[in-house]
């Protein structure tokens, strides 16, 4: 009881100690893990802001394009003033706009027309015979009905596949009609909000950029000239999910979402420069692209994708643009948690190893105290005068200590090879003896005799005879005289031999424990520098360093799996190896 209530508080001490360790360890590791996976987190954001921008300049870039051939279309006009069907189709055949400009639904050609002028037009365009030799006979303005002015679509190519727009008035649809007042006031190109394609029949949504035709000589410096002035407009017809098709990768839209929001007009600076923020706040935002939707219908509501996200503002044809950028479940972007887990498995391990080097120091140092306490009883039990030591192999004396050569009146090499039959005084002690050795072969349990010692000058002495077996088969005999300082005597020899054993054991589990103690601080290092490797030559430098102070005596290798799988090549090697092989297949 004594001794558990002194080891309990060493035992407290140890175990607040290696907790205190180990929590630290732990807290340090998920703090490292927690900032790792930030840190990706930021990368993987960053990135995807930076292909979100490529993305928007692309289709900027695109338009921009678009808008130019505009601009050469006005030329066109402003050279030669009057243009026929044959005239537009051969400019547009030139401008090879399927090779060079991709993503035209369509080139059109709007007269501005009033109403007293009209029938005069519908005439005009039906007697064109520039193509074919009939003309068009059944040209005809629709929607039909009166309206104050007519926006009139008067050439379209390709024909094929916008038969339908050809002759439709787009001053008949509102949202049109004031993009078309827009451009032709300002002079700008201007694009429209998003709309159902007259000539598209499957529903989805489009959207027109045009730019406004003056007549050759007239003024165009105010609003009103330009309006007196205005002949027409050139524009460019786009159905958004053809566009975008032709714009966006098929592998960037695996991993994006990508929906493009029309805003408004954009708000003009004092410089008529258009910015990216809308003119009105109070207008609906209308979805007119979804990567998701095949064939997105006229909808104003956006559902925005969980994930990594970003938005860029575009101003197309003085429209305000949104894109927004959203990752797709399983996409690149995805944030790996396999680097913060490795940071938190090799902390946790650090840690552990950490907590179990603490506790081993800990028990050393306890330990080596507890063996200098043996050591000095050890030395107390040996010059112990009081009993004598005697080891036999059955009559065979093998050895004895100082205090039973002294008892016999012997030598102590006087003593070595002789037989117990030379040391007992009568026949009835060797008897005595061989009873008291039969009793330990059989039961292997310790026994006790008393006996007659015959002393060198003739006189005998009684002792106690202890005996136990050893695990070698030989048995241990402490001898004490019967007197009670010589008793003492034997019994603390014999107490000094039982130590010098536990000495011995104590000796080999420190020793065990130091070359453990090392071996766990040489693999702390080698786990902290495989951290910080940035190649497999690093590694292999670690490895190879690291193996020959852990394995001094021994060679190996470390061996990798090809980039094929079905070989394995050596890469790191420590000691000197037998074998020559570099590479191993299963071929």
Known sequence: MALRD???????RTTFVAAAILGAGLAATFAIREFSERLIAADMQRRFAVDAVDISNAISERLRTHAEVLVSMQGLYASIGRVDR?????YIDVLDLGRR????????????????????FIAEVRADKSIEHSGQPDFAVRPPGPRSIYNVVEFVEPMRGNENALGFDAG??????????????????????????VQDTSGGLGFIIRAPIYRAGEPTQTVSQRNAALHGFVASVYRTND??????????????????????YAKPTQEGVMIGEPEDATVTPTLMYDSLEPNLGLVTQMVMSAGI?????LVVGERVWRVLFTTNPGSIYEVSHTVPNVVLASGTAISLLMMLLAVITMRSRR??????????????????????ILFTAGHRILRGNRRIAE??????????????????????????????????RDSAMATEVELHLRRSDGSTLLVDAYGKPLATGDILWVIQDKTDALAVEAERRAHAQAMEEANERLTTSLQLSEIRAKEIVLLTELSGVLQSCQSREEIFAAVQTYAGYLFTEEAGALYYLNNARNAVQRGAHWGRTTGRCGVVSDR
Do not use: W
């Open 243 to 264: 566009l975008m098709r032709g714009i966006l990768d098929p592998r960037t839209l695996q991993q994006m979402h990508i929906q493009v929001v029309d805003r408004g």
């Open 101 to 120: 400009y991709p993503g035209f639904q369509a080139l059109q050609s709007l007269r501005h027309v009033t109403p007293d002028h009209l029938d005069a």
């Open 407 to 440: 008892l016999c009146g012997r030598s102590s090499a006087a003593l070595l090879g002789n037989t117990i039959d030379e040391l007992v005084a009568t026949k009835e002690d060797g008897e005595a003896f061989d009873a008291a050795l039969d009793r330990i």
């Open 367 to 388: 330990l080596s105290g507890n063996l200098s306490t043996l050591d000095a009883e050890q030395r107390a039990l040996v010059d112990n005068p009081l009993a004598g």
């Open 6 to 12: 002194l080891l309990a508080p060493q035992a407290r």
């Open 86 to 90: 044959a005239q537009f189709r051969r």
């Open 309 to 313: 996200s970003a938005d860029r503002s």
């Open 172 to 197: 008949a649809n509102p949202a049109q009609l004031d993009s078309l007042r827009r451009s032709a006031e300002t002079g700008r190109i201007v694009a429209t909000p998003p709309v159902k394609l």
